[in-house]
Each structure stands twice: as C-alpha cells, then as structure tokens.
C-alpha cells in the first residue's frame, strides 16, 4: 500500500490541507476584535474564580476587566470592592435572590481621585442563591455583567477543619 506514490502523497498532503482549511474557516467565520464605541453596551463575562470560593470574581470582555472583591465588615454586611482597569465614569451593583427578580441598582462610591476603585457595604447575601449584577460606565460605553456569589466565602484547603 505504501508503495504507491498516490497514498503516500496524499497521506503527507492531507494533513496540511485541512491545517489550512481550519485556520481559513476561523479567519472568515470569526468575529473581528474591535475597539468599544461610544454609547455602546457590552456584556461583561463572569471568569471561573466567580463560581468557586476564591474571595473574588473577576469580570471581563476583551481588554476591559474588573475585579470584585467582598470583604467582611459588620454583622451581616459585605463590602464589595471594585477594581477596573480603566477608570470609570459610574459604577452600580444589585443583589438579587432570584434570576427573574429586578432589583434597583444602588451607585456604587469612588475610592480614589482616578475613580479605578469603588466600593459600596451591603447586607451579606446568601452565597449560594443570590446573584450579582453590575454595570459600569468607562469611555461613554456601559460594561454590564451577572454572577453568582459563590466568591464572597473565600475557603481554601488550610482553613478548613
């Protein structure tokens, strides 16, 4: 069968033709990155260390990311901090117990003079039911998002009994 010059082409040509035709199908079926534009609004992706007890739930989409972080204060109350990349024009939070359930957001507060961190005390939510909504103004676009709040209870390996 290898003898054959025919196969033993095809079987050295076959593998670099369907390399070319994966990378030639991804560069005409993809979505080209593009930069945000003015009074757009763009949904924010939650990453893996939102769904686990990690202590904090970065959020991003393409070079926009921010970082929550949710710090035990009083009784029963959570301080959720927020972190961008870029500085933010606004910045507003909801916790919410079901998914269909509207909550008005409450504005979160600058932190610093180049409004990169907010911050805002809330009554601490059930971390396995409720679920965090957020949207941000940067760059006259708005960045919204949605998680849960598994991360608030950062537990690792060393801290449990």
Not at 2 to 23: D, E, G, R, V, W
Not at 129 to 143: E, G
Not at 152 to 159: A, D, H, K, M, R
């Amino acid at each position: 069968m290898l003898k054959n010059k025919h196969i033993t082409i095809a079987l050295l040509i076959a593998p670099i033709l369907s390399l070319i035709a994966y990378f030639a199908t991804d560069r005409l079926v993809s979505e080209q990155p593009h930069s945000a534009q003015k009074g757009r609004s763009y949904k924010l992706v939650a990453s893996s260390n939102c769904r686990y007890t990690s202590g904090l739930c970065d959020m991003k989409n393409g070079d926009f990311k921010i970082q929550f972080r949710a710090l035990p204060t009083q009784d029963d109350h959570l301080q959720f901090i927020l972190t961008s990349v870029f500085p933010l024009k606004g910045a507003k939070l909801s916790l919410v117990d079901q998914p269909e359930q509207n909550t008005a957001p409450i504005d979160m507060q600058p932190n610093n003079n180049q409004n990169m961190i907010w911050s805002i005390t809330l009554p601490k939510p059930n971390a396995k039911q409720s679920r965090l909504r957020v949207a941000v103004q940067a760059n006259d676009s708005v960045y919204y998002g949605e998680t849960n709040t598994q991360f608030i209870e950062y537990q690792t390996l060393f801290s449990q009994p």
